[in-house]
């Protein structure tokens, strides 16, 4: 037991007195490192177990150039339109008529209201291109939706041209067989249970150690006093055990 010269510890006049200086968290870090690691084998182990129960996902990607009937527009003025055109095509990519129209091409059993939820169609910045995804568990399906979706859309845009200097939608790069899923991502998802591991781990961490009031050095006592140690006195277990060995 250590015994102050005071009898009552000082306690801060204000919370702002209390600061936890960095010895004291890395001492916290060091008596519940096993803690620690106990948490971050768990939540990895979790998310491991996680991904493996979750069904690979496979992504297919086209691109769609918007133009004009009569070939790209070299005008500054005229290209800016198209680009603005673009942000517009690309929300009429991902609509019913075009779902529907790629389904009855290739006589699938997925209804229209599938091939949207699984579709998305997003406009590359400062360009005329259009980037269309879709997603699906079997990877030769997803490219071969794809490509029945640029199809689609670029068929349909051509059967309400006007006139030559219409706008055109013309599929400039076709999908491709996955070279693997994107869905789950093993690295990832144990980078993200490493973090939140070690994260909860030192906060568990931390929060034990507040909650422990017990003294464990003449420097602790010193810290929360404020004033010297002048003596510190053994437990009994020590002391009992010191004259059995004595007398052995």
């Known amino acids: ?8 510890p000082r306690r801060p006049e204000r919370e702002e007195e209390l600061v936890l200086p960095v010895n004291y968290l890395l001492r916290a870090v060091r008596r519940k490192l096993w803690l620690i690691l106990l948490v971050v084998i768990l939540c990895v182990g ?4 996680y991904t493996t129960w979750q069904t690979p996902l496979y992504t297919a990607y086209i691109k769609i150039l918007v133009g004009q ?3 790209i527009v070299a005008d500054p003025a005229q ?3 198209l680009q603005s055109l673009t942000a517009t095509m690309s929300e009429a990519v991902a609509t019913r ?6 389904v009855k091409r290739l006589g699938l059993r997925q209804s229209p209201e599938y091939v949207l939820a699984n579709m998305s169609a997003e406009p590359l910045e400062d360009t005329q291109f259009i980037e269309v995804s879709y997603t699906d568990t079997d990877p030769e399906r997803a490219q071969r939706i794809a490509n029945a979706i640029g199809d689609e859309f670029s068929k349909r845009v051509a059967e309400l041209s006007a006139n030559a200097t219409s706008v055109s939608v013309t599929v ?9 899923p994107t869905s789950p991502n093993p690295v990832r998802s144990g980078l993200l249970g490493l973090m939140l591991g070690g994260t909860l781990g ?7 150690e507040f909650r422990d009031n017990s003294w464990r050095s003449p420097e602790e006592v010193e810290q929360v006093s404020g004033v010297p140690t002048l003596a510190a006195i053994p437990s009994s277990d020590r002391v009992w055990g010191s ?3 004595e007398k052995s």
């Open 243 to 245: 004259k059995v060995k």
């Open 172 to 180: 400039w790069e076709r999908a491709t067989f996955p070279e693997g």
């Open 79 to 81: 290209t800016m339109n």
């Open 1 to 8: 037991m250590i015994v102050p010269d005071w009898k009552t």
């Open 69 to 71: 009937e009569r070939g």
């Open 202 to 208: 030192t906060g568990l961490a931390f929060l034990l």
């Open 46 to 49: 979790l998310t491991a177990i």
């Open 97 to 102: 008529p075009v779902a529907e129209g790629a």
